[in-house]
């Protein structure tokens, strides 16, 4: 095995990165686009608004089947879902508002 002519597959890999690095450059340590962050950010908050209402909603409606006591525990665990899904949404902005603020003051910090 010491005489195999094939490279290690660590050596391969080091070659690669250099060729990578001599045709496109190094690569870029930069946060993704504040747009598509932003999008994706819209979409998470969204989906976990919704997520509570539906999944209260489901609840609701197998327990109604299962006692036969419709409408009720539809309605109570449709509410609660939104409930969840309220708290849930404000939990996720603080977090993302609170990241933001971090980078903004980490991006400041290292212009000046």
């Keep these: ?8 597959l660590a050596d391969l890999d080091r070659r690669l990165k250099e060729a990578r690095n001599d045709v496109l450059g190094p690569p870029e340590r930069d946060a993704p686009s504040r747009t598509s962050s932003a999008f994706g950010s819209a979409m998470r908050l969204g989906v976990e608004f919704a997520s ?3 999944v209260g909603g489901l609840i609701g409606w ?7 006591s419709r409408p009720w525990l539809m ?12 708290l849930n949404l404000i939990r996720s902005a603080r977090r993302l508002q609170a990241e933001a603020e971090a980078s903004e003051e980490q991006d400041s910090s290292t212009r000046g």
């Design 1 to 8: 095995m010491a005489d195999d002519p094939l490279p290690s």
């Design 52 to 54: 509570g209402f539906v």
């Design 75 to 86: 309605v109570v665990f449709f509410l609660l879902g939104a409930a969840a899904g309220t």
């Design 62 to 68: 197998a327990l109604d089947r299962w006692f036969g």
